[in-house]
């Protein structure tokens, strides 16, 4: 099956500061997604994306679904300390199936 | 909230034994969905369904069976668990009003296979 990339794996904040990640692929996706896990919960969705290009937000969320169609951002504006979880990127596969990559983790700073 | 109910939340079970999960939904969606979540991979896909009996296989598929006899019970089985399917398992449906893409998941099942 198709492989998604990303990075970073994990991350620390401190309140106050902008985060960004990334989810690449070595196939093209129409629709790009965006969830965040809360610990014991499941996945919950943030943002979806269906136009390569397109930039979407979602309060203090904006997502970018890129040019090549392989690959998307999420970026979160002044963090606060509830945006710590499990954020995941996923494309949307033939078949109404969706693949995941493998997270990427946010912590708080101490 | 989506109207998915999982069941058990969390299982202890030994190896060799078998296993059945059930997701419900109140909702009447058409997709259901049988992912697992394991660290490092994110989340994978045992197997799907396209409505009652249709169902199909997904990434992670071997040692996993499904049946969807009504709408709204999605089972998933482990015909004899092995260790390396301890995991935590979540159940997702599309909302197909939503618009492509959208799945919904449940809040999980714990599976620990001694």
């Known amino acids: 099956g198709q492989q998604l990339n990303q990075s970073p794996q994990s991350m620390f904040i401190q309140e106050g500061e902008d985060v960004s990640m990334n989810c690449t692929s070595s196939?093209?996706?129409?629709?790009w997604l965006w969830y965040k896990q809360d610990p014991g919960e499941g996945p919950v969705l943030l943002i979806a994306?269906?136009?390569?290009?397109e930039l979407t937000s979602n309060g203090r969320l904006t997502a970018q679904f890129g040019i090549t169609r392989k690959d998307s951002f999420l970026n979160i504006s002044a963090s606060i300390p509830s945006d710590v979880g499990i954020y995941f990127c996923?494309?949307?596969?033939?078949?109404?199936?969706?693949?995941f990559g493998a997270g990427t983790i946010l912590r708080v700073k101490s | 909230d989506a109207g998915i109910t999982q069941s058990p939340r969390h299982k202890v079970t030994e190896t060799g034994t078998p296993v059945t999960l059930r997701c419900h939904q109140t909702?009447?969606?058409?997709?259901m969905y049988w992912y697992r979540q394991d660290p490092g991979h994110g989340l994978r896909l045992i197997h799907y369904?396209?409505?009652?009996?249709?169902?199909d296989k997904g990434e992670v598929s071997d040692g996993y069976s499904v049946s969807r006899s009504k709408t709204e019970d999605f089972l998933l089985t482990l015909e004899s668990a092995t260790s390396s399917q301890t995991s935590v398992y979540f159940c997702?449906?599309?909302?197909?009003?939503?618009?492509?893409?959208?799945?919904?998941f449940g809040s999980g099942t714990q599976l620990s296979v001694l």
């Open positions: 196939s093209i996706f129409n629709t």
């Open positions: 909702e009447n969606h058409r997709y």
């Open positions: 996923a494309g949307l596969e033939y078949g109404n199936k969706l693949v």
């Open positions: 369904s396209y409505g009652v009996k249709d169902t």
């Open positions: 997702a449906i599309r909302d197909s009003r939503s618009g492509d893409g959208k799945l919904f």
């Open positions: 994306l269906y136009k390569a290009g």
